[in-house]
């Protein structure tokens, strides 16, 4: 991966900190052993064939699982299990550290790993087998995995002027995934397209936060933003729901994630509660 990446067999065994010669020998091994040239050699560097492309794809799949095992078979003795969760950076802003926390406490002896991705990482690396539970909120069905609705955040227009009318020019928008952009559309057919586009509700805080304007939220992330009077409800706007998701393999009959989504279907119907 290091040769694919650099380009050059020299460049890779400098980042290594081994020879080139050496690098070459193992490049060299895994082509017999696949029967196949992974890489084009010449005085430019070494370029991926097209079967090298195809299994570069392999060898980053197979560098997880290596992970993966390295980390639950090199648990302390204090530790019974691991698991990986993985969670859209909105769901793990404030959510995600108050439930692994409440689940820490009450399950000490599991070690958990927390990772940000979005959705088509998350599915990824949960069909893969490196990841045990993603929070998401525009899942991918897949025949190994299970869906399971946990709440419903409701986005609300917020502003960092009160008193400004809307729509101003300084409007973000942010892609929380189709359904928001289907309820947005029918609410504003006429809206030309923003100045500013963000995938991530947390860059649409930033930019409002430090050059005005206004953006779709969750009230969840903007509460304390509003409680502070740094933003402020833009009044007869419209609120839109935008379902969050927990995803697990189906056949994974693990008594520690077991445990673990139970906690979490858990701590999704307090939060149900509370929105």
Known sequence: MSVAANGSFQEAANRLFVTQSTV???IQRLEAYLRTPLFVRNRSGAQLTPQGRRFLGHAKALLLTLEQARHDIGLPSKFRASITVGSRIALGESMLPRWIGEIRRKSPDIS???DIGFEDDLMRRLI????DIGLMYTPQHSPGLKIEHLFDETLVLLSTCSQKTWPDENY???DWGPAFYAQHNDSYPNLERPAQVVNIGWLGIQLILAN???CFLPIRMGAPFIRSGQLHLVPDSPQF???AYMVYPRDNDSAVLQQVRGYMSALAAV???TS
């Open 24 to 26: 070459s020998t193992r």
């Open 112 to 114: 958990i790993r927390c």
């Open 128 to 131: 893969e087998g490196t990841m």
């Open 172 to 174: 973000v928008y942010v």
């Open 212 to 214: 005005g304007g206004s």
């Open 241 to 243: 729901k935008l379902p």
């Open 271 to 273: 939060q149900r509660q």
